[in-house]
């Protein structure tokens, strides 16, 4: 079975300093990784998928295969990115796919 | 397009009472997913539905849940016997087709059960 981990509950950080959020998955197919954030009281939103290899306000997650990881990094922090941070595998059923969620820790920047 | 709607935004009853969440999709969306959020477990798949159809609802805890989709811009999720561990935030997400990996959130129902 699927599994997202992000040992993370809580993270703080100052403005301007590098914030990495760890994110790590068990999955026997082959991975498909997303990040979504939700901000203060908006909805959950897409932030970047791996297979995009894109960076978005910032941030960007390499998939490493051999460590089985995934984790989100932004070399400077701004306050507007406190927000909860989940990342998700897809796993394919036969008709069929679905997002598994890690446990999504809360991002703080303080000024 | 006003995304996905759910209703009540909130919603508080008591132990023992049914609960009744409400979820349209965006429209033309074929694909309609229930999770749950918590603290402890943060974000839990509870059950998805392809064009109405549900196709994995192992995440569903136990019998006292169940989910319908009677049409593509409707589905609900309902607890019955509610018990107070059943508190959370309950999100529906909804994507345009099975293989698509864009889920759009609703703003989600807050449930506390005394």
């Known amino acids: 079975a699927q599994r997202v981990t992000q040992p993370e509950k809580l993270l703080s950080v100052f403005k301007g300093a590098p914030v990495e959020l760890k994110c790590n998955y068990s999955?026997?197919?082959?991975?498909?990784l997303f990040w979504y954030v939700q901000y203060s009281r908006q909805r959950l939103q897409l932030l970047l998928r791996?297979?995009s290899r894109e960076s978005i306000k910032g941030f960007t997650a390499d998939l490493n295969k051999g460590e089985t990881s995934f984790h989100l990094k932004k070399p400077f922090a701004q306050e507007e990115d406190s927000a909860m941070y989940y990342c998700a595998l897809r796993s394919w059923e036969t008709s069929g796919s679905s997002l598994t969620f890690g446990g999504g820790p809360q991002l703080t920047v303080n000024p | 397009d006003a995304g996905v709607i759910q209703s009540p935004r909130h919603e508080v009853t008591e132990m023992g009472q049914e609960v009744t969440l409400r979820c349209k999709p965006i429209?033309?969306?074929?694909?309609l997913f229930w999770y749950r959020q918590t603290m402890m477990r943060g974000l839990e798949l509870l059950i998805y539905?392809?064009?109405?159809?549900?196709?994995?609802d192992s995440g569903m805890p136990e019998d006292r849940f169940s989910a319908k989709m009677p049409n593509a811009s409707f589905s609900t999720l309902k607890i019955q016997p509610s018990e107070p561990r059943d508190s959370a935030v309950y999100f529906c997400a909804s994507s345009p087709h099975r293989s698509t990996d864009t889920q759009y959130f609703g703003p989600g129902t807050r449930l506390t059960v005394l």
């Open positions: 539905f392809n064009n109405n159809v549900p196709i994995d």
């Open positions: 791996h297979i």
């Open positions: 999955y026997s197919g082959s991975p498909e």
């Open positions: 429209s033309g969306h074929n694909s």
